[in-house]
């Protein structure tokens, strides 16, 4: 069993950033941000593979940017001028498929979450 560590997150005014960090305790082919807001289905956010290439929803595109650490097995997302509608569990997921991109279903390594509160 791979281990997720999340860090960051937190509360936030609209227009502001924040970052979310995770670990993996060994190196996985795909690590992907998740979210899941109260009442709502989990939704993928972004995620990237080893070689770096990146894959966002549409709705996400121009906001947030996923990056990883191969080195220290570690991916960020950078979340900028978050609204109130993105306050949610944001889960760290990994996945060693040949092919992720924002599949959940691809995904079977999770963290823990991190909350993400955004004030308007």
């Known amino acids: 069993q791979v281990q997720l560590v999340e860090t960051g997150g937190g509360s936030v005014q609209a227009g502001g950033s924040l970052k979310v960090s995770c670990v993996a305790s060994e190196f996985m082919y795909w690590m992907a941000w998740f979210r899941q807001a109260p009442g709502k289905e989990r939704e993928a956010v972004a995620s990237?593979?080893?070689?770096?290439?990146?894959h966002y929803p549409e709705f996400i595109k121009g906001r947030f940017t996923i990056s990883r650490d191969n080195a220290k097995n570690k991916v960020d997302l950078h979340m900028n001028n978050l609204k109130p509608d993105d306050t949610a569990i944001y889960y760290c997921?990994?996945?060693?498929?040949?092919?992720?991109?924002?599949?959940?279903?691809?995904?079977?390594?999770w963290g823990q979450g991190t909350q993400v509160t955004v004030a308007s």
């Open positions: 997921a990994a996945s060693d498929a040949v092919v992720a991109d924002l599949e959940e279903r691809r995904y079977d390594q």
């Open positions: 990237i593979n080893y070689g770096g290439i990146e």
